[in-house]
């Protein structure tokens, strides 16, 4: 678990990261980025991250690494920047979105494939669903955010990696599960 200094500190990187790339800066770099230069702590560890970006209610941007050899500061700062410039669903954001939009940053624990299907907790877990060459990733909120219960979790994730839905349930199917701290921030 981060502290609250912590979680401050990762949102504000984010943001300024975000910022940064929106003018023209490109991806931070330590000689241009103060904030990536002394990190310590939790946000010098490897993990992997997603950033969430949106507009009131509404998907602005979701990019992230499932794992990371490098630092989570470092990891939060590209994935932020991706995700508001380089999600396919979207056109980049403008600096006047970013003014307006809610940050969420999902820190990932190591997947672990699951044995049993009665191991996933919704709301707790997050899952990975592959088959041959396709992925498909679903955080944890997701599911809560749309009341789904397990089955229609693994369905959905299943469909993201662009199979069937009950493509989960062959068996050459992976799935994995992984638990996520979840950092929200809203713009003043």
């Known amino acids: 678990m981060l502290t609250r200094e912590e979680k401050h500190e990762l949102l504000s990187i984010a943001r300024e990261s975000i910022a940064h790339a929106l003018v ?15 990190i310590e702590g939790r946000l010098a560890l490897p993990s992997g991250a997603f950033v969430t970006l ?12 499932i794992v990371s050899d490098q630092p989570l500061a470092d990891v939060v700062a590209e994935v932020a920047v991706k995700s508001a410039t380089e999600d396919p669903r979207f056109v980049p954001m403008t600096q ?15 997947p672990r494939q699951v044995i049993d299907f009665a191991e996933i907790e919704v709301g707790r877990h997050g899952l990975i669903v592959e088959l ?8 944890p909120q997701v599911a809560t955010e749309y009341g789904w219960d397990r089955e229609t979790f693994l ?34």
Not at 24 to 38: A, C, E, Q, S, V
Not at 54 to 65: A, H, K, P, W, Y
Not at 96 to 110: G, V
């Open 24 to 38: 023209g800066g490109g991806k931070p770099t330590d000689d241009k980025y103060p904030k990536l230069r002394k």
């Open 96 to 110: 006047s979105e970013l003014a307006r939009a809610t940050i969420e940053i999902s820190i990932l624990s190591p």
């Open 155 to 188: 369905d959905q994730t299943a469909r993201k990696a662009g199979l069937p839905p009950k493509a989960w349930r062959e068996p050459d199917a992976k799935v994995y599960l992984f638990s996520a701290e979840i950092i929200e921030e809203q713009p003043e």
């Open 132 to 139: 041959g060459r396709l992925r498909g990733l679903l955080l």
């Open 54 to 65: 949106r507009l009131g209610r509404d998907l602005r941007g979701c990019i992230g690494f």
